[in-house]
């Protein structure tokens, strides 16, 4: 059985914005690959929300890890944003991990 010949991104929930980036960097990063659509699934779009939502807490929670690779990502897209604002020392310091 052969593989037709186009391909469809899709991506659930946070999968959403990693298709949405996946797309925008095809053309550079995989021209070879005939990439015909794109699907967002429910893409988390209120970062401001989830950063609500993990702010705030005693303990770290499931969110926490998403915020601090967020906050990392946008820091390292956009460096205008200051990371340094919204984390402490010791996580600044181990965003290379990421």
Request: hydrophobic residues 50%; glycine residues 8%.
């Given at each position: 059985m052969a593989l037709a010949p186009d391909t469809i991104l899709w991506g659930p929930s946070q999968g959403g914005p990693a298709a949405a980036w996946a797309a925008q960097l095809a053309p550079?990063?995989?021209p070879e690959i005939p990439l015909r659509g794109v699907i967002l699934g429910a893409p988390a779009?209120?970062?401001g929300l989830i950063l609500a939502a993990?702010?705030?807490q005693p303990e770290p929670t499931p969110l926490t890890g998403y915020m601090v690779s967020l906050i990392a990502a946008w820091s390292h897209a956009y460096p205008e944003t200051a990371a340094a604002l919204a984390l402490t020392p010791a996580a600044l310091a181990e965003t290379d991990l990421l």
């Amino acid at each position: 059985m052969a593989l037709a010949p186009d391909t469809i991104l899709w991506g659930p929930s946070q999968g959403g914005p990693a298709a949405a980036w996946a797309a925008q960097l095809a053309p550079t990063y995989a021209p070879e690959i005939p990439l015909r659509g794109v699907i967002l699934g429910a893409p988390a779009v209120e970062p401001g929300l989830i950063l609500a939502a993990a702010s705030g807490q005693p303990e770290p929670t499931p969110l926490t890890g998403y915020m601090v690779s967020l906050i990392a990502a946008w820091s390292h897209a956009y460096p205008e944003t200051a990371a340094a604002l919204a984390l402490t020392p010791a996580a600044l310091a181990e965003t290379d991990l990421l």
